[in-house]
């Protein structure tokens, strides 16, 4: 099969390295010509292009931008598409991408691969990064069948694990899952960053060990991405927000009033809960 790939970083990439594996024809597309020769060299794509044009063969085609430029490169390619083709995306926020590509084209199907890492560009791609991993994809009432039924397949060819979901249920699960670790990982590092003893914050710096290193992870990646989950899916993060707020007001009330049972049962809740998230 044919497969077009838009943007060559982290997931673009490494989406070209798994689905060649696969026998697929990779079309890659970059707004630099810098990186579409890298995509060659590395063997992530069969042939690069900064013209969407290179796309008019593609069967399928994969928009790994960030989401901000999504419908916008969706628009773009219609004129180059046949009409089978099915395009979907790759964003973590799903409800305004599905309502602004929908109408540009009738085979548009909304995905969101659950994979990653900090790092990004042409020189992050890798292999094998979607295996075990969840692929969601969130039709519509008018998305064609075919396309649910070809797009999962290929996501269950790299070993992912796919769910099928309504485009504000996917946005409401991710802001829990996701989008609210990145704000509160964030937060904690301003929250120590704001110790004005700088005795203590050298030596909180030097004694960070993993606790540390695995909580901030998110909250210390990639800026734009944390910034695209806040805008694009603002009411859902706000709701998941608002709810932790309310959950930490209470531990903190638990800590103050020295209900050391309860804060104890809480911390148990918590860890026979923790499973229950880890797929």
């Known amino acids: 099969m044919k497969i077009g790939i838009v943007g060559l970083g982290l997931i673009g990439g490494s989406l070209g390295l798994d689905l060649k594996t696969r026998g697929h024809e990779i079309l890659g597309v970059s707004r630099q010509e810098t990186t579409c020769q890298i995509a060659l060299e590395k063997n992530i794509v069969d042939y690069a292009s900064t013209d969407l044009s290179l796309l008019a063969a593609a069967e399928i085609v994969i928009v790994c931008t960030p989401i901000g430029s ?109 989008h ?54 603002r009411q859902a993060l706000l709701r998941s927000l608002a709810q932790y707020r309310h959950s930490l007001d209470e531990i903190i009330t638990q800590i103050e009033r020295e209900n050391w049972d309860n804060l104890e049962r809480v911390l148990e809740t918590n860890q026979q809960a923790r499973p229950k998230f880890l797929n």
């Not at 904690?188 to 901030?216: H, M, N, P, Y």
């Open 70 to 178: 999504i419908a916008s490169i969706v628009a773009r390619l219609v004129p180059y598409l046949s009409p089978d083709t099915i395009v979907t995306d790759v964003g973590s926020v799903k409800e305004p991408i599905v309502e602004a590509c929908t109408p540009l084209w009738s085979n548009f199907l909304g995905g969101h691969p659950m994979a990653g890492n900090t790092d990004r560009g042409i020189h992050a791609a890798q292999t094998d990064l979607f295996t075990g991993a969840a692929y969601v994809f969130t039709p519509t009432a008018t998305t064609p069948p075919v396309a649910v039924e070809k797009l999962e397949a290929i996501a269950r060819a790299l070993g992912m694990m796919t769910y099928v979901c309504s485009p504000e249920v996917h946005d409401r699960a991710v802001a829990w899952i996701s």
């Open 180 to 233: 609210l670790p990145v704000i509160i990982s964030t937060n904690l590092i301003t929250s120590c960053l704001q110790e004005r003893d700088s005795q203590v914050l050298e030596l909180a710096q030097k004694l960070a060990s993993s606790g540390f290193r695995d909580t901030s992870r998110v909250g210390g990646g990639n800026p734009e991405l944390g910034m695209m989950m806040a805008k694009y899916n």
